[in-house]
């Protein structure tokens, strides 16, 4: 291993179980952001190797492992960022070898999730005490992960910040009536709800439009959907895009809306990153009381909030945004503000990069 360590910009090793995903910006960020960071994750085997991958659970293991350890050694860092609980499971070990420390980043789905609770929880309470420091993206998953067994004096939270430089320039004010939501059409946004609320406010605002981007398990269900309440004509669903065009569509539209809502499994969010775009760009923000989103936008003051499955609720907020163009600018103008001095990158990569320093440092001072 290393035979020093510079305090200020310690080697980091940002370390995931999957190959990244396009809707994993926030990963992306820290890998680009974060000091002297290096990113890692398995390849997929390949050949017969594969096929015993796939079928025997020890092989798959040994396989891990012995990948998880080479990428340790080759690597040389001064402390490991595991992205997401399982990927700190699957690291901890390499790193207890290596004599590195280890930071845990949990995003959602891996603290609540009862089929990923329960099938990691035996490894959780040995990753809570082996780690030298446990982060939840939002204070409701910092409390999750407390009842998980998580020590309060380690655990942190840093939600995931967003570029606000990037994401800037909306004027609710001057815009045509056009309603974005950007995420994954999986059961814990509930893209359908959002349809079946715009669908509502659609009868007071006829000349709206619905822009939904993303993909996922339910698109089918949304274009059935949108058929169904014939509202081909003023619903998009442009599926995944890159960021230059989430960018464009939130600048060009009145408002941001995202029904996220706990899942049938137990999966929950964390803090969207969405709707910190959205809210960085000057958008006003009608989301649900759900995960971390309360931490992001302030109900009556950025946006409005509703509960759960509260259908009529968001399409009474979706319609008074709609009638309401200064309102509109207004809590842009809020959720921007509240963004650029808690959510942005400098911020969030700041505290981020702090907590591996003190990881590191630990290590420094037990040689």
């Not at 001057?174 to 974005?180: D, M």
């Not at 600018?329 to 911020?347: K, N, Q």
Request: charged residues 25%; hydrophobic residues 45%; aromatic residues 6%.
């Amino acid at each position: 291993m290393t035979a020093s360590i510079n305090p200020e910009t310690p080697r980091v090793l940002i370390v995931k179980r999957r190959a990244l995903e396009a809707s994993e910006t926030f990963i992306e960020a820290h890998v680009r952001e974060v000091r002297n960071a290096s990113f890692y994750s398995p390849p997929r085997p390949a050949g017969l190797r594969r096929l015993l991958f796939s079928a025997l659970l020890r092989v798959r293991r040994e396989y891990l492992a012995q990948g998880w350890g080479s990428a340790v050694r080759r690597y040389r860092p001064d402390v490991v960022l595991a992205e997401y609980g399982p990927t700190g499971t699957a690291v901890m070990h390499a790193c207890e070898r290596a004599g590195v420390p280890l930071v845990v980043y949990f995003h959602g789905y891996d603290a609540v999730r009862q089929a990923t609770v329960e099938r990691h929880r035996a490894q959780y309470v040995e990753l809570f005490e082996y780690a030298s420091a446990i982060v939840a993206a939002s204070r409701a998953l910092a409390d999750e992960l407390v009842r998980l067994g998580a020590p309060k004096e380690r655990l942190h939270h840093i939600p995931c910040g967003v570029d606000i430089s990037r994401f800037a320039g909306a004027r609710p004010q001057e815009s045509a009536l056009n309603v974005v939501a950007v995420g994954r059409l999986v059961e814990k946004k509930a893209p359908h709800l959002t349809i079946r609320a715009f669908a509502i406010a659609h009868e007071r605002h006829p000349e709206s439009k619905l822009v939904i981007i993303g993909d996922g398990e339910l698109r089918s269900r949304c274009e059935s959907l949108v058929n169904e309440l014939n509202l081909a004509d003023c619903v998009s669903l442009l599926g995944a895009q890159p960021h230059d065009v989430v960018v464009r569509e939130m600048l060009s539209a009145r408002l941001f809306v995202q029904h996220s809502m706990k899942a049938p499994d137990g999966d929950t969010e964390g803090t969207p990153v969405a709707i910190t775009e959205a809210q960085a760009c000057g958008l006003p923000v009608v989301a649900t009381r759900h995960g971390g989103i309360p931490d992001v936008v302030g109900d009556g003051c950025s946006g409005f909030l509703v509960a759960e499955g509260d259908v009529d609720g968001m399409a009474a907020a979706i319609t008074r945004l709609l009638d309401d163009a200064s309102l509109a600018r207004e809590m842009g103008d809020r959720g921007r503000a509240i963004v650029s001095e808690r959510f942005s990158l400098t911020v969030t990569i700041g505290a981020l990069a702090k907590v591996l320093r003190e990881a590191a440092g630990s290590r420094a001072q037990t040689r």
